[in-house]
């Protein structure tokens, strides 16, 4: 099994360990509930080291770029960060990733650990032609994420980079606690925050300095179960859950990513297609009307009749109540429109909720 860089620090803080996708991570180290309550309300650590990192660099590396993905990459400048997809010829995700534009020829992809071996095979497999090398460098990077409303004050006494006029989405290569680092405004929790990649091969007087800082500003180290309850009270995609090889960009809401001006990429005839007949299911947000809680694969019923599982689901500590994400036929999807979801031997009642069930407020 796989260990981070930082596995002494949560083993020391007494974390909870468990296998993650061929990883050792810490499920969650003060509880679940008081982990995310932190994270929204001052700040939380992460370690998300497992995620994958490939680079794609050469002459036809931003061709190449666009040739797997349905955002336009032409639109990033060096120091820019773009959320889309890792496309199949059927217009369906391979993954969900951030892209990094480094420079015109240097692109960062951030996959998911469970799919970064199976990422790298596909983009090998679908290279061809075009002029770039392709890196799997996940294993020499070291990743920690900062999140929530004190993350700045945290951070920034740690590093040289000047944090507060960082918009979203962008990235500045800088020093962090004495470290050559990779700065990030970006996260997973639906917090302002920063995530923070470096290849040094001993990171861990970062881990040290952001926990030093933040103490005393309410932060606290956050694991696994915390990263999925805050990502879902957010309605941002879990891989293997929300999304998978059989999901479209519109079924999921992320119409918003494909750019179908750009010109041709990978499954871009099928998605044209679905966008010009309309889409029969898409992806919404419920909570429970019934008591229970509604947790992933739980069956789905629609007018009596099985209709698909639950996506994700979980007891939101912020909300105190059960929500979670599904797919619904389009003529059921209207906010109000109630459902029912299998829990145990029962049928319980759900009904179809604005999302993200959670948006900052600063």
Not at 2 to 23: P, Q, S, Y
Not at 329 to 341: C, D, Q
Request: hydrophobic share 40%.
């Amino acid at each position: 099994m796989k260990k981070t860089r930082f596995n002494d620090h949560h083993r020391k803080l007494g974390a909870k360990m468990i296998e993650f996708c061929g990883w050792d991570m810490p499920v969650e180290y003060k509880g679940v509930i008081e982990e995310h309550l932190a994270c929204r309300r001052a700040a939380g650590l992460f370690d998300v080291s497992h995620m994958g990192e490939i680079h794609v660099t050469g002459r036809e590396a931003l061709a190449f770029v666009q040739h797997i993905s349905p955002n336009d990459a032409a639109r990033l400048s060096p120091g820019m960060v773009q959320y889309t997809g890792l496309m199949t010829a059927k217009g369906t995700y391979v993954d969900d990733m951030l892209v990094y534009c480094v420079h015109p020829e240097f692109y960062l992809l951030v996959v998911n650990a469970a799919n970064t071996d199976k990422d790298f095979a596909y983009v090998q497999s679908v290279k061809g032609g075009y002029e770039v090398v392709l890196d799997n460098a996940s294993d020499r990077y070291s990743q920690l994420a900062l999140q929530g409303r004190q993350a700045i004050p945290i951070l920034q006494p740690l590093t040289d980079v000047d944090l507060a006029p960082m918009h979203s989405f962008t990235f500045v290569f800088g020093k962090v606690a004495g470290k050559e680092c990779i700065v990030s405004r970006t996260g997973y929790t639906g917090e302002d925050g920063f995530e923070i990649y470096t290849l040094d091969q001993d990171p861990g007087i970062l881990w040290d300095a952001i926990m030093e800082k933040g103490l005393p500003l309410g932060l606290q180290p956050v694991g696994l179960g915390a990263r999925d309850t805050l990502r879902l009270e957010s309605k941002l995609p879990l891989y293997g859950n929300d999304i998978d090889d059989m999901t479209t960009p519109l079924e999921c809401d992320f119409k918003w990513i494909v750019k179908f001006k750009k010109g041709d990429f990978l499954g871009r005839d099928v998605i044209v297609r679905q966008n010009e007949q309309g889409i029969t299911r898409k992806w919404v947000g419920f909570e429970l009307v019934d008591k229970g809680i509604a947790r992933p694969h739980y069956p789905v019923f629609v007018d009596g009749r099985p209709y698909g599982q639950v996506a994700s689901g979980t007891f939101s500590p912020l909300f105190k109540k059960s929500i979670g994400l599904t797919y619904l036929p389009i003529a059921k999807t209207a906010i109000g429109t109630t459902f029912e979801i299998g829990i145990r031997d029962k049928r319980v009642k759900a009904v179809v909720v604005p999302t993200p069930f959670y948006k900052r407020d600063y």
